[in-house]
Structures are given as C-alpha cells and as structure tokens.
C-alpha cells in the first residue's frame, strides 16, 4: 500500500534545475551542431548538416574514433578481469579485511588530474620509477604504441576499484552454502566460479559494464593530462578532440558536432546495455 | 600473499609520489636510490609559497562544500518524493534522472560555455556549483531514494496522523531516519566536486575560481616540469580523500552499491 499524497513539490525543484542545466544545453548543442559558428569572429551561420557530412572526410575524427574504441575495449576488459579477481580474493575471509578495503579505494578517490600526474611521472623515461624497476629505458609517453596502453593502464589502475567494489556487494549477495554445496559435489574451485558464480554475478557484471564502459568511452581528463592527446594524435579520444575544436580553434559549430557524435554513441552503449539486461532478468 | 600484492598494487603509485614529494631537487633526477637521502619538506614549502595554491584549496572547498549541501537538500526532497508520495509518472523521472546521469559532459560543455559567459559568470565559482548541484543530483536522487524506500510506510503514515504536513515528516522523521544514506551520498558528491575537471578547466581562467584539478594540471613550469612541487601539490590535495576513505569505506560503498545495484 502506497502514501496516497501528492508529492509533486517535492520533485519539481530537482526536475527543473535538471532540466535547465543538462536537457536545455543538449538542445542547444544540437542546435549549434547545425551552424558554422566561430566564436572569436562572431559569425554564425546555419548550414544543416554540413558538419556532420564533413565528419566522414575528417581524418582525424576517424582517427580519434578509432582511439575511444580501443581504449575503451581494453580497459574494459582488463578492469573487468581484474576486478572480478580482486572481489574474489576480498570476498574470503582474513585478518584486516578493513584496511584492505580502504586502500583498495584509494586509486577511486584520487582525482583523475592527480593520477594522471602521478602516473606521468612513473612513465617518466630518464627517471620514472617504471624504467627503473624493469631495467629499460622505453619512451612510454613519446611513442604511439606505448602511449595509448599506458594510457589504458592507467585507467585500468584508477578504476578497477569501482568494479571491485559492485563485484564485492555482488558476490555478498550469494550464499557461502552454495558454494560448500558444490564442493561437496565434487565441483572444483574453477568450476564453482564458472558454473555458479559468474550466472549469479550475471546482472552485477552488466551493471558494472554500463557504467565503465559509458566513462571509458567519454573518457577525457585521464588522457588530456596524461599526454595531452599525443604524440601525434596517437591518444586522441572523441572528447579531447571535441574539446580541442571547441576551446583551442573555437569553433563551436564543428565541435558542436563532435560532442553530439559522443552522446549519440553513450546513447546508442546505454540501449544496448539496459536491453542486454532486461533480457538476463526475464530469463 | 595476493592481497599484499594487491594492496601494494593499489597504494603503490600514491607512495612514489610521496617519496618523490620528500626528495630535493638534486635527487629528483636520480635513480637509485629510491628513497631520498637526505628528506626534506622543501617542495612543500614552496607549493604554499610560490603559487596561489592556498586560495586554489580554498576555491576548491567552497564549491565541494556548497554543491554537497545544495545537490543533498534537492536530491532529498526529490527522493523523499519519489519514494513516499504518490507522483505521476515515477517511473518517467527516475527513468530521466538516470538518463541525465549518463550524459557525457563534453556533450553540454559548450553550450554551457555560451550560457554562463552570457550571463557573466564565467571564471565564478558559482558557475562550478550551479553545474555541479545539477550533475551530481542523478546520483543524490537515486541513492537517496533507495534508502527513503527502506523506511517503512506506517511511519510515515503515522506522524501525519500524529498531525505533521508532509514537509514536516521529511525533515523532522525522514531525514534522521535516513542518515546514513546521506551521510554516504554526501561524501560522494564531495568527492565528485572535489575531482572534477573538465568543467573547471573550461569555465574558469584565473586564480579567483580555480580549482585543484585545473590547478595541478596546469602547475605552472617555465622551463622544466616542477615534479617536486607536483608531487607535493597532489600529496595535500589527496591527504582529505584519503582521511575520507579510511575513516568512510563503509558508508561509500554502502553509498556506491546503492546508486548503482539496488537501483
């Protein structure tokens, strides 16, 4: 039985600010997506869609494309299985579980800019803690190859935290006696996490893939900091290229178009995710 | 043995960053040794002396403080709101609020941009709060409506037998009732603030509304990057999240499970 009250007061506050600082500016965003519109020149002048056709002969815009996805499939992936891992090895039972925890937070809390600095540093060819520790002297931030992987390890370090913890409260969830049951059985330990435990994490693991694949792929400060979207573009994302047009050339109008790209592909991730999971309920 | 792996994993980078903020210039660049031989707390010293690093702090607190309070007070209601009283369309907003939530920020930066230029707030930090109330909210709402959700309804029903208006059990029953979801979904806002980049870098230019992030991302280095002072630099601005997390970790997983599983 619900309160039957009117609660409209309540929501509206929050409905109306949402509204005015996140669906009013998409609108807009669409709308100057639609104009060739530079900022300093004030000119401004709609041409339909002109930038978006402009988007398939734009090498660098495939080039950052090509970027977002991989950085996002590899750190998804790598944050999955390691924290899948991490959970299963917190979940046991030991002596400080407490503190364990706490530091398994840390990277989560840092500020992304301050991680990046951190691991700029670690990257450091001459004098990074990095080069010294595997006795090389590998130029991690000056080569295409490298620079976006350290990039993605990076990321892998700062986020791998969040899936631990969702995948923690996930395995809480199951009970310690349908693992016992199954050993008992003659399962092995291999064949208790294949078996029982990743159908029953399923919907956790879905969960913990929307919301790290979403923030792979609108992926910015990580990046921007860390190597500033070099060298040669070779760790350009969308959003740092959207974010160069708008606010190093000024032209609000093309980047405009690169922003709505970003939001139609998180749209197009969100769908794709949330279907995958109303599916795995009903089943 | 994999936990101490583990451990060390993830509170590896943060340690060479202190030992890094303890050495002198002239060790910076020299690899071994990996402690410093002589320690001092000169970086420190000129982080607070040289640059505008306490007012970039202070600008920092201020926006993390204000928006914590403000996106608690909305998110409150709102969640209140939407778990104890009957509203139409429930579903539709807690549907939109969690699509607001997956707004990418370049998507609005723009647009933003050309908003509060217009209406000449660029480089305030009211502009940083007023941002950041609004993208913090999906997470205050959806948090905070799961822990209104536990509280039983006869409670409720009860105190406005007893006489209170509505707005009354929510701020006289409710909110202590529910203490601990706020508690939790504060530190999560304050963290969301404390960190947030991508706003800050485009809507301030100096000093006056500056927060850590764009300060340590734009450390200012004439001719060589100061690591000694960066290092330093992150070490302060951690030291609060770090306090947060040790004395908090319950509450911000509690916190963070609740925003995203239960939902």
Known sequence: MRNEERGRWFVIPSLVLLSLVTVYPLIYVIYLSLQRRLLIFDVSRFVGIDNYVSLAGDARFLNAFKNTLYFTALSVTLELALGLAAAVLINRSFRLKGLVRAVVLIPWAIPTVVSARMWEWIYNTDFGILNHLIGAKINWLGSPFWAINAAVFMDVWKTTPFVVILLTAGLQVIPRELYQAARVDGAGRWAVFTRIVLPLLKPVILVVLIFRTLDAFRVFDAIYVLTGGGPANSTETLSIYAYKVLFQTLRFGYGSTLAVVVFLCTGAISVFYIRLLSKGVRL | ?263
């Open chain 2, 1 to 263: 043995m994999l936990i101490a792996l583990l451990t060390l994993y993830c509170s590896g980078p943060l340690l060479w960053q202190l030992v890094t903020s303890l050495k002198p210039d002239t060790e910076l660049t020299r690899l071994p040794p990996i402690l410093p031989e002589s320690p001092t707390l000169g970086n420190y010293v000129s982080v607070f002396e040289g640059h505008p690093f306490p007012r970039i702090i202070l600008n920092s607190a201020v926006v993390a403080a204000s928006t914590t309070v403000l996106s608690l007070i909305l998110g409150s209601l709102c969640a209140f709101g939407l778990a104890k009283l009957r509203i139409g369309g429930k579903g539709l907003i807690l549907g939109f609020v969690l699509s607001v939530s997956m707004f990418p920020p370049i998507a609005t930066v723009s647009p933003l941009y050309i908003i509060i230029r217009a209406l000449g707030l660029r480089d305030t930090l009211t502009a940083l709060i007023i941002t950041y109330t609004t993208f913090s909210l999906p997470l205050s709402i959806w948090v905070l409506t799961n822990f209104f959700r536990e509280i039983p309804d006869e409670i409720y029903r009860a105190a406005r037998v007893d006489g209170c208006t509505p707005f009354q059990v929510f701020y006289k029953i409710m909110l202590p009732l529910a203490a601990p979801g706020i508690f939790a979904t504060a530190i999560l806002v304050f963290i969301f603030s404390w960190n947030e980049f991508l706003f800050a870098l485009t809507f301030t230019s100096t000093v006056a509304s500056r927060t850590i992030p764009v300060g340590i991302a734009l450390f200012p280095g004439l001719h060589e990057v100061p690591w000694g002072d960066i290092a330093a630099a992150s070490v302060v601005v951690t030291i609060p999240l770090i306090i947060l997390v040790f004395a908090f970790q319950k509450r911000i997983i509690e916190g963070l499970t609740a925003g995203s599983i239960r939902g």
